[in-house]
């Protein structure tokens, strides 16, 4: 292999991993499309962090959830509940907070963590009897 191609070959394996520990990612559950995305609460400015409730840490991130009609793409308004547990089994409550700006509307939810710590989500999203389960699982890393 001729050296010049080692710089090109390396950066192609390691560009799929800047991506895994903040990327938002979508699911299709039902008739509604399912955007969320858990980052350091780091990554928000202090005023920003201060607007929404947020405590800045290094060791708490932040889950932020939209569920969208798939068929409009128009925000909807749901109740949400959900636990974040790690491979040993200690289970954290997600206290989802509902922040609406504009058509726009979120669900959001602090918890903490330790360096390095992976976490299976298990989130309720419910509408009047319509009720969809959000399953995923993140590596945390502190910032």
Do not use: C
């Not at 005023?47 to 009609?69: D, F, T």
Request: charged share 20%; proline share 2%.
């Amino acid at each position: 292999m001729h050296l010049k191609f080692i710089p090109v070959l390396l950066a192609l394996l390691l560009l799929p991993l800047a991506f895994t520990a903040s990327a938002e990612q979508k699911e299709q559950l039902g008739d509604w499309d399912v955007h969320y995305i858990v980052v350091n609460s780091t990554f928000f400015s202090p005023e920003i962090a201060r607007q929404y409730g947020v405590v800045r840490s290094k060791y708490n991130a932040l889950v932020n959830i939209s569920v969208l009609s798939s068929d409009t793409q128009q925000a909807q308004t749901v109740s949400m509940q959900g636990t974040a547990t790690n491979l040993l089994g200690t289970e954290k409550k997600l206290n989802f907070k509902k922040v609406q700006e504009g058509e726009a509307i979120y669900y959001l939810a602090v918890f903490s963590f330790r360096h390095e710590e992976t976490y299976r989500f298990n989130i309720e999203i419910r509408r009047g009897n319509t009720v969809e389960k959000l399953k995923f699982q993140q590596k945390m890393y502190v910032d």
